[in-house]
C-alpha cells in the first residue's frame, strides 16, 4: 500500500474516532492552495473542534523544459491546534518527499534520471481565517519540512558510474535528500460543510 493510501486511511480512522469526543464546531472539508516551492496544493480538513483539526494533503511542484523536467511532490498528514480558538494555527505532521529530476540529450544519446523518497517531518504554523465558522475561509502558512534518511536512486544511458556527471547526481540527489526546507503557502482556499 502506498503512503498515499496510508494518509488517508489514517485520516479517516483518526477523524472518525476523535469527532465523538470532539466539543464545540467543527466540520469537514476541502482545500486548495499555492505557494513555493509547492506551486499546486490541495487537501482535505476535519475539523473535530475551535481547537482541533486533521488535514491530508498532496503538494506539487512541476516543471518541465523540452526534454528536461523536475517534479517534486509530497503527500502529508497534519494535526492542527488552533491555541486561541481563532484562525492562529500551529501544526506538526509527517510527509513522504519524491523528486524526480530527467535530463536528456538526444544528439549525444544520453540521459539522466535522479529519483530522491524520503519521510519528512512537518511543522507548520499560519492563519485560517473562517475555519471554525464553517463555509468559506482563507488561510496563510509557513511549513518547515526536514527529510529523514533518503533513498536516492540515478538511472542513466550513456553514461558510466565513474563519469563525473554521473558522480556529481548522486551527490546531489543525497544531499537535497537531507536538506531541510520551508514551504510557504501564499494562499490557501478552503470549504467546510
Do not use: C
Request: aromatic share 16%.
Amino acid at each position: 500500500m502506498s503512503f498515499s493510501k496510508y494518509l488517508v486511511a489514517a485520516f479517516l480512522t483518526v477523524g472518525g474516532s476523535l469527532a465523538q469526543a470532539a466539543s464545540g464546531k467543527g466540520g469537514f472539508g476541502f482545500n486548495v492552495g499555492m505557494g513555493l516551492p509547492y506551486t499546486q496544493q490541495a487537501g482535505l480538513n476535519y475539523q473535530f473542534s475551535e481547537r482541533f483539526g486533521v488535514a491530508v494533503g498532496y503538494n506539487l511542484f512541476d516543471f518541465s523544459i523540452d526534454k528536461s523536467g523536475l517534479k517534486l511532490s509530497m503527500p502529508e498528514l497534519m494535526f492542527n491546534y488552533h491555541p486561541f480558538a481563532g484562525s492562529f494555527f500551529i501544526g506538526l505532521g509527517a510527509g513522504q518527499e519524491k523528486l524526480e529530476v530527467v535530463s536528456t540529450d538526444t544528439v549525444a544519446n544520453k540521459s539522466l534520471k535522479i529519483e530522491v523518497s524520503a519521510m519528512t517531518t512537518i511543522l507548520k504554523t499560519g492563519w485560517m481565517w473562517g475555519l471554525a465558522n464553517g463555509g468559506f475561509w482563507f488561510g496563510m502558512d509557513v511549513a518547515y519540512v526536514k527529510p529523514g534518511s533518503s533513498d536516492p536512486t540515478v538511472t542513466s544511458t550513456g553514461f558510466t558510474p565513474t563519469d563525473q556527471q554521473y558522480l556529481d547526481a548522486i551527490d546531489a540527489a543525497k544531499k537535497f535528500g537531507e536538506t531541510a526546507y520551508t514551504n510557504i503557502t501564499f494562499a490557501r482556499l478552503g470549504w467546510i460543510f
